[in-house]
């Protein structure tokens, strides 16, 4: 998957990392949200962490696998001394003979080229045998809408997939494999770009309403708006139809790896960074964290659907976007829609929001209907961003944007966990790494409560009795946050046993290959698995 999305800026020791190394969404200061597979981080957005400085040449590129020291060293040698950067030894649970819950690691978004070619795979090969040798249990891998139907509506080339799927399947590894239906990068320093099909950018240039547009009229090219989920704008087909033809194209052209379990999950990108919501907070557009975003419901299609909705109500002046919803920078309290006691919850601002909620809801029911078509017998899953920011006020003003109707009188993620149960499909959420205490020492006014929200989700999932799987949001090399994440992965004392379905890391990097951090991260591995470690510090 591409990335994607975060979060503030207040990192901690748990989320420092090397920007020069990894790939995180381009203009995201702080957000939690992006499926950090969409786009890289600009190197002036973050401190690089001191506990990095330090950090040896990662291996050269071409070494050989058999003189990497990674695996030389078992973690179970780690100096049981020292805890991750040198800090106290801080209590930890004992997970031994808990659940297994497999881990997979995202791949590189640079892994496939433009021309759909596999990028230097030696090298590749290289690091897949030493994430092998932790016992991983898979990758996770984008494949692009952009990429592969690049230049003609139904002209597919799979090439480099097919030679990348070959070589995990002969390392007896399995794939989570991402339908991306959405632009990777495309910001000023990015340096991954993956636009969407190039037939698709013409048929915008003279109908730019096909994509998501705020109320100023400023279009966002990362995905297709869902109102023409219906509407026959591309070369004569929907939008759904589209997607619908790539995913069984993908289907027949793998089938073998399907037929031998190679392939375990699809995920359905439903939106930005192949996450199900609107692009509320666009760094493009001028958003910086923790602005509260804006509605993105303004392209003819989507407006549309809107005075439709509000002549059935009976109220056809209710057919218009909030006129006093400030602008992606805003503050809720600065706002007459956010603000307690505001228009959010009024008789129109609970119409409008029941609608705008309800369309991305509809989006997800209408494509899943098809993937379960296209994937029949695999499991599949969708990205909920983890829009974490202004949770502690009423209005939950950056989830409202989103398209998650979530104030503080409202559960907003008990409708979508419904429609995924219709479907059978898995939710996959983000930042089980992230510390609600952490967030409060760079942007205490953002009020915002990753754990809090968590809670939330972990909860409608589980109520609705569908599999629950996430990802770290921000690149986590020490213990701290793997101890996060495993403490949110299996809950002390849950009487019904749940756990994680899956977990996957973001992502393979140098960064991760350093000695000491693939230690850590093996270590991690263990745990997840249920295993037993030596050096547990209690």
């Known amino acids: 998957m591409a990335f994607n999305a975060c979060v503030a800026l207040s990192l901690t020791n748990s989320q420092l990392f090397l920007v020069s190394s990894m790939q995180v969404c381009s203009g995201f200061r702080s957000s939690v949200a992006c499926n950090v597979r969409c786009r ?98 898979g990758v996770m891998i984008d494949c692009w809408w952009g990429i592969v139907e690049a230049h003609a509506p139904q002209v597919y080339n799979w090439s480099g997939y097919r030679r990348l799927f070959q070589m995990v399947r002969d390392l007896k590894l399995k794939l989570q494999v991402v339908m991306s239906f959405h632009e990777c990068g495309g910001n000023v320093g990015d ?67 399907f037929q031998d379990g190679i392939i375990s999950e699809i995920e359905i990108g439903l939106g930005p960074c192949g996450e199900l919501r609107y692009p509320s907070y666009p760094a493009k557009h001028g958003w910086t964290y923790p602005g509260i975003g804006e509605f993105q419901c303004y392209d003819k299609y989507l407006m549309k659907s809107l005075s439709k909705a509000a002549e059935v109500r009976g109220h056809s002046f209710w057919g218009r976007g909030p006129e006093n919803a400030g602008s992606y920078n805003s503050a809720p309290h600065e706002i007459g829609f956010f603000r307690d006691g505001g228009d959010y919850d009024s008789y129109y601002g609970r119409f409008f929001l029941n609608w705008y909620s309800q369309v991305l809801i509809d989006h997800g029911d209408r494509v899943l209907a098809l993937a379960n078509l296209a994937f029949e017998g695999t499991g599949i899953s969708v990205k909920l961003s983890g829009i974490h920011w202004w949770y502690k006020t009423a209005s939950h003003a950056a989830e409202l944007t ?22 059978g499909v898995a939710l996959n959420f983000t930042c089980f790494e992230m510390r609600t205490v952490d967030q409060y020492e760079g942007f205490p006014e953002a009020l915002a409560d990753p754990e809090g929200l968590v809670w939330q989700v972990l909860n409608a999932a589980w109520d609705a009795c569908i599999p629950l799987a996430s990802e770290n949001a921000l690149p986590c090399y020490d213990r701290e946050g793997y101890n996060k994440i495993l403490e949110n992965a299996k809950p002390l004392h849950n009487p019904d046993g749940r756990h994680l379905s899956v977990f996957t890391y973001l992502r393979l990097s140098p960064v991760l290959m350093e000695r000491h951090n693939f230690q850590e991260f093996e270590r991690f591995v263990k745990r997840m698995h249920g295993d037993a470690v030596l050096d547990l510090q209690v």
Request: glycine share 6%.
């Open 40 to 137: 890289p981080l600009k190197a002036d957005a973050v401190s690089i962490g001191s506990r990095f400085r330090n950090f040896g040449v990662a291996r050269a590129k071409g070494q050989k696998i058999e003189d990497h020291s990674l695996l030389d060293d078992s973690m179970d040698n780690t100096d049981d001394e020292q805890v991750g950067d040198g800090r106290p030894k801080v209590p930890e649970r004992d997970f031994t003979g808990t659940a297994y819950v497999p881990v997979y690691v995202m791949l590189p978004l640079s892994v496939i080229d433009m021309n759909c070619e596999l990028v230097d795979p030696e090298d590749l090969l290289n690091q897949l045998r030493i994430l092998k040798s932790a016992n991983v249990d």
């Open 191 to 257: 340096d991954v770009h993956i636009p969407l099909p190039q037939w698709v950018i013409e048929i915008g240039e003279t109908n730019p309403d096909i994509y998501f547009t705020d109320r100023e009229g400023r279009r966002n090219t990362e995905c297709l708006t869902w109102g023409i989920d219906k509407e026959r704008v591309l070369k004569r087909r929907t939008a759904v139809e589209v997607y619908f033809d790539y995913m069984r194209s993908f289907r027949v052209e793998f089938d073998e790896f």
């Open 402 to 423: 989103s398209g998650f109707y979530n104030p503080s009188n409202r559960d907003g993620y008990a409708p979508i966990a419904a429609m995924l149960r219709k479907h």
